[in-house]
């Protein structure tokens, strides 16, 4: 079993920064990707960024030049780097790993998410 388990969220003025941790834990053979997710009230789960461990990451248009991807694969973490923040920002933020298992079983989880609240 694997556990994905985020902070780092919390209360921000817009044009503030805040950045979001992720660790992942347990039977872990090899992480492929690992990126965020975020839901607003009402809304979807919509796509943030994400890390394929094989270059720079995606983004959702809504972010790209505000928000950074970064992974320690030595701590099995991925970060998210929010910067310029607006209060269409504020949502629930969800971690996601596709992860290779000791078993070498492969499954996609998700953390328990972080709230993230920008006020105008």
């Known amino acids: 079993q694997v556990q994905l388990v985020e902070s780092g969220g919390g209360l921000v003025q817009a044009g503030g920064s805040l950045r979001l941790s992720c660790a992942a834990s347990g039977s872990i053979f090899k992480i492929n990707a690992m990126g965020w997710y975020r839901q607003a009230p009402g809304k979807l789960r919509d796509f943030v960024a994400i890390?394929?461990?094989?270059?720079?990451?995606d983004y959702a248009d809504s972010v790209k030049g505000r928000f950074t991807i970064s992974r320690d694969d030595a701590k099995n973490t991925v970060y998210l780097q929010m910067n310029s923040l607006k209060p269409e920002d504020t949502a629930v933020y969800y971690c996601?790993?596709?992860?290779?298992?000791?078993?070498?079983?492969?499954?996609?989880?998700w953390g328990q998410g972080t709230q993230v609240t920008v006020s105008s």
């Open positions: 996601y790993a596709d992860v290779v298992a000791v078993s070498r079983s492969r499954t996609n989880y």
């Open positions: 890390d394929d461990n094989g270059g720079s990451g």
